[in-house]
């Protein structure tokens, strides 16, 4: 059974830097994962992802630039390091993976099977 489970959220000044960790269980190998925020009253916002074939990443366009995802196969974990943080970065930022093999739309949550719990990103201005 997969689980995720993320880590490093926290309270930053604007400008300020932050690295999220998701740590999975279970075989990842054949998944696309990601990484989405969700701001109070507003959607869930695919921020980017790195698919498990050729590991290609894609960016949301409010993070391009900012934002870096990477995934570490030996220890199952996937990052995303963030800087040049804005307040409107503020989130709740969750991690997600996708069934083996699965295929469809990188920025749409329903490619996406299995969800972390999030982690709570606070921009201060």
């Known amino acids: 059974q997969v689980q995720l489970v993320e880590s490093g959220g926290g309270l930053v000044q604007a400008g300020g830097s932050l690295r999220l960790s998701c740590a999975a269980s279970g075989d990842l190998s054949k998944s696309t994962m990601a990484w989405f925020r969700q701001a109070p009253g507003k959607e869930r916002e695919f921020v980017a992802c790195?698919?498990?074939?050729?590991?290609?990443?894609t960016y949301g366009d409010s993070v391009k630039g900012r934002f870096t995802i990477s995934r570490d196969g030996t220890r199952n974990t996937l990052y995303l390091q963030m800087s040049n943080l804005k307040p409107d970065d503020t989130a709740v930022y969750y991690c997600?993976?996708?069934?083996?093999?699965?295929?469809?739309?990188?920025?749409?949550?329903?490619?996406?099977?299995?969800w972390g719990q999030g982690t709570q990103v606070t921009v201060s201005s």
């Open positions: 997600a993976a996708s069934r083996p093999q699965g295929s469809g739309v990188l920025s749409s949550t329903q490619l996406y099977h299995y």
């Open positions: 790195a698919t498990w074939l050729g590991n290609v990443v």
